[in-house]
């Protein structure tokens, strides 16, 4: 059974940072992209960050609102998945998930979301 | 960044109507490689994640049930529900999978006339 579990999520000040991770398990974990898509109260979702496959050399991109500020990383060992958030603003509030991204050309599986509150 | 245009932002249905929701991007979706349209369509409900309920424009995820039917090209594209069930009453998103930046349209609410 796909599994992904995010944490790491909580209350941070402006500038401040926080790391995010996701555990995956039920698939081979370097096969696969992964994304971060994140929904703040009320908006759209938005997607912010991607690690592609160990055949695309674990490239990353990253949406204009954070690049600069928040790297994806992965810990194939233990088929972890992580964001790091530096330089936290206002903006960067929101559920944070992490989803697969499967050959279908979609996100399959999500996990079920981590809340990140920037405020003072 | 190709934009991802969707609409109604709110519809107020009936139960057992027929619903449609469209979504319109900024460039074409369509990879003449893989013959596909990187189009998806997503559930969410409020304190759930994202469920897929199309990919390809016009395939219908596992597990889905046979009124979610998805369909158009290029740019334009229609998610209906062909009678809405009380459980339907909540948001929906279409993404491009087409190039990153991936996108998602800003979502419509359907509600309970």
């Known amino acids: 059974e796909v599994k992904l579990v995010e944490s790491g999520g909580g209350l941070v000040q402006p500038g401040g940072s926080l790391r995010l991770s996701c555990a995956t398990s039920g698939f081979t974990f370097s096969d696969f992209y992964m994304e971060w898509v994140r929904q703040p109260p009320g908006k759209r979702l938005e997607w912010i960050a991607a690690s592609r496959n160990k055949a695309n050399d674990y490239t990353t991109e990253y949406s204009a609102s954070v690049k600069g500020r928040f790297i994806v990383s992965r810990d194939t060992s233990q088929s972890i998945l992580y964001l790091q958030m530096n330089a936290l603003r206002a903006e960067d509030t929101a559920i944070y998930y992490c989803a697969r991204d499967a050959p279908l050309w979609a996100m399959d599986y999500w996990g079920q979301g981590t809340s990140v509150t920037v405020s003072s | 960044d190709i934009v991802m245009t969707q609409s109604p932002t709110f519809l107020a249905v009936t139960a057992s109507k027929k619903v449609t929701i469209s979504c319109t991007a900024s460039?074409?979706?369509?990879?003449?490689?893989?013959?596909?349209?990187?189009l998806a369509w997503y559930q969410k409900k409020p304190e759930q994640s994202p469920k897929l309920l199309i990919y390809g424009a016009s395939n219908r995820y596992i597990g889905v049930p046979d009124r979610f039917t998805g369909s158009g090209s290029g740019t334009d594209f229609t998610l209906t529900i062909s009678s809405v069930q009380v459980e339907d009453l909540t948001h929906y998103y279409c993404?491009?999978?087409?190039?990153?930046?991936?996108?998602f349209g800003a979502g419509t609410k359907l509600e309970l006339k």
């Open positions: 993404a491009q999978f087409y190039s990153y930046p991936l996108t």
């Open positions: 460039e074409s979706l369509y990879s003449s490689k893989h013959k596909v349209h990187y």
